[in-house]
């Protein structure tokens, strides 16, 4: 929260379609407006949240068409097309708040807060000299997934040969992690070692007080 003759900080959050990254993400929205921050919730038209119910927040629909991609499209094809659907908007969007401020005799700072699955919001927000933070709601469990998934690359095994997921392995490639600033780095050093590993993922890990 921003102390008094600071700027106020204006986050802006990019969620995922899916309930289960969806509803923590408004969780957090919810959490952060009640310390001060401005909160824009930028969403797909799948699955939208219902404005009503989060009333001090600004809402922008993303147009996704994920209509045209048909039942038959797997995860790895949905994800692309939700991202690059969403992507022409969502940086329209993000242009526009951008003028706004710079019009605006009440200055905020923006910050991107995007779910994992938005990338194409990190790399939108990188374009326009944003700040942004991954947010990744999935369980503690996925970790040794993606401990193995860069020595399945590796192997030729990684992505499956005929899924269509080649293209995907190739926009995810850097994810953050945050740790409690009292855990050890044999600690963390147990769970993950995926630091100047070669394949599609590369983590860094950094603690946080």
Known sequence: MAEQGEKRRRLVLI????????TPMLQLGSYLHSKGFS??????????????KYPDFI????????????????FIQ????????????????????IDAQNASSQKESIVIIHDNLMF??????GDLGLPSIIVRSSSAAC???YRIIPQLHK????????????????????????????TTKPEIDNIIHLKNTPGCFHME????S
């Open 15 to 22: 969620a995922s379609p899916l309930q289960g990254h969806l």
């Open 39 to 52: 909160i824009t919730f930028a969403h797909s038209e799948l699955n939208p949240p219902d404005p009503s």
């Open 59 to 74: 809402f922008l629909p993303l147009p996704d068409k994920l209509s045209d991609t048909g039942g038959s499209s797997g």
């Open 78 to 97: 949905f994800l692309q097309a939700l991202n690059d659907n969403c992507k022409p908007h969502l940086q329209k969007h993000l242009i526009q708040i």
């Open 120 to 125: 194409c919001a990190g790399s939108i927000a």
């Open 143 to 145: 970790v040794p997934a």
């Open 155 to 182: 192997e030729g095994r990684f992505p499956v040969e005929g899924n269509g997921s080649g293209t995907q392995s190739t926009q995810i490639q850097r994810y953050t992690i945050y740790w409690p600033h009292n």
């Open 205 to 208: 890990h950094h603690r946080i």
